[in-house]
């Protein structure tokens, strides 16, 4: 029997047990093997798809390959980002500092690739020695004549400054350096949308078709100049909510841009989010040309999900993602599939995300913070799921257990968001969770008939 540990009870709930709200917003239990990443993870995979600027890793090079090119976000032109460029410090750098060969790399690369701006990541170890990034970084730009922006992304500063907070403020530097001349006034900035896959793509061709036009996608197929000239748009529509709320609470507040979170992920939520913007600007023409693509589109996909629904229907479902936004979207694309989501979990959310998982799952549903392998696969096996979807770090325990994965991580190659999206997440739950090789498997070859056994 698979036990919890005691220090985390609180961030375990189940839907109907109890009404107290479920503890998040706090440190991981030491031991407990938790499924985040580390603060530099998170800046780097946040600013990563801005394609035309240089990211440099000042710190060891198991930090750079650690995250090197895991995102699928694709670049309709530059590809310097795909490269991961390190100052890979030794023990002779710790010992003595690491600042001069940081602007020798820096310099040498800047010359060489003349990017649009330069974002250098601190890790663990430079905040161990104490390295002034951001002395370095200053002289390099005055050098230079470009943006050099250090990214305070060492694990062990000893604040609540999280990676996505790194990253928004130094992504923030570039923010009202550029023009808006060619801004117009029915017009938005999409936060948090890392195109995936090209899903950047797909949404900038809805609102493109409705009259919308989008300014920066942040940073999703991103360029320097895009993030210049933002703050000259008039609406904010935040993807992902973990990543990118702290920027646009500082676009804002400076700016006077409201936002609103929306999501891209299935039917429901891409439809809604298309709304939300045409009703924002109360264009007449606008929202009758969103209700016209809408409807289409729904057209296109539903005979298609209508019969994945039938051949899913009783199929549960685990989740395990980093925001809680990402969650609400899951369980409410599985409902459309007919699929049960009996474990649903997030790494980054907070007690108003959990109050709203909490009112949109199903009685019973296992609701976890910040969870780690043990506890996930001690849930797997109670609720006996059919389909376990999460990113790489779940993908082994998915496998050992015997239960089939859907990868819905940055690492993945299919896209996933807006109405195309929809139908490749159906047929990818459909030949996952319906696969006969999992008859086999040890959990369930005792309930398998002679019928399905294998045949000599």
């Known amino acids: 029997m698979i036990e919890i540990l005691a220090q985390r009870q609180g961030q375990v709930h189940r839907k109907g047990e109890s009404a107290a709200p479920l503890v998040c917003d706090r440190k991981s239990v030491a031991g407990s093997v938790t499924q985040r990443a580390c603060a530099f993870c998170g800046s780097r995979v946040v600013l990563y798809p801005i394609a035309d600027a240089l990211h440099v890793v000042h710190g060891p090079i198991g930090c750079a390959v650690y995250n090197w090119d895991i995102r699928g976000a694709l670049s309709s032109g530059p590809q310097l980002h795909r490269n991961s460029f390190c100052t890979d410090l030794q023990e002779m750098d710790v010992i003595y500092g ?11 690369l800047i010359d060489y690739y003349k990017p649009k701006a330069a974002f250098v990541y601190s890790t663990c170890i430079v905040g161990v020695i ?37 990253a928004c403020e130094a992504a923030y530097n570039l923010v009202g350096t550029g023009s808006t001349a060619a801004v117009g006034p029915h017009s938005i900035n999409i936060l948090g949308d890392f195109n995936i ?3 950047s793509w797909l949404i900038r061709r809805y609102f493109e078709e409705v009259g919308i036009q989008i300014v920066a996608t942040i940073t999703g197929d991103g360029r320097v100049d895009d993030l210049r000239r933002c703050h000259g748009a008039k609406l904010n529509l935040v993807q992902c909510s973990g990543s990118m709320t702290h920027l646009a609470k500082l676009l804002e507040r400076d700016h006077k841009i409201p936002m609103r979170r929306v999501s891209f992920f299935g039917l429901e939520d891409t439809a809604a989010a298309l709304y939300e913007a045409a009703k924002f600007f109360g264009d007449p023409g606008i929202l009758a040309r969103t209700q016209a693509l809408v409807s289409r589109e729904i057209a296109r996909v539903h005979p298609e999900l209508k019969n994945y629904r039938a051949k899913l229907a009783g199929k549960k479902a685990a989740l395990y993602v980093g925001g809680a936004f990402k969650a609400f979207s899951l369980v409410r694309a599985l409902r459309t599939l007919g699929v049960k989501t009996v474990l649903a979990g997030t790494q980054t959310g907070n007690a108003e995300d959990y109050a709203m998982l909490r009112e949109i799952c199903d009685e019973g549903t296992v609701i976890v913070d910040d969870s780690n392998p043990v506890e996930l696969a001690k849930f797997i096996l109670e609720l006996d799921v059919d389909l376990f979807i999460g990113g790489v770090k779940e993908r082994p325990i998915a496998y050992k257990l015997g ?49 399905d056994a294998p045949q000599p």
């Open 403 to 451: 239960v089939g994965f859907c990868d819905h991580n940055h690492e993945r190659k299919i896209p996933l968001a807006g109405f195309e999206g929809m139908l490749n997440f159906a047929r990818e739950v459909y030949g996952t969770a319906v696969s006969p090789v999992w008859k086999y498997v040890p959990r369930r070859a005792k309930g398998a008939t002679a019928a």
């Open 98 to 108: 690491g600042e001069k060969k940081l602007k020798q790399a820096l310099c040498e």
């Open 197 to 199: 896959a090209g899903e």
């Open 130 to 166: 104490g390295d002034d990034v951001q002395a370095v970084c200053k002289q390099v730009e005055q050098e230079k004549g470009i943006e050099v922006i250090a990214v305070a992304s060492e694990g062990f500063r000893g604040t609540k400054k999280t990676g996505y907070q790194a």
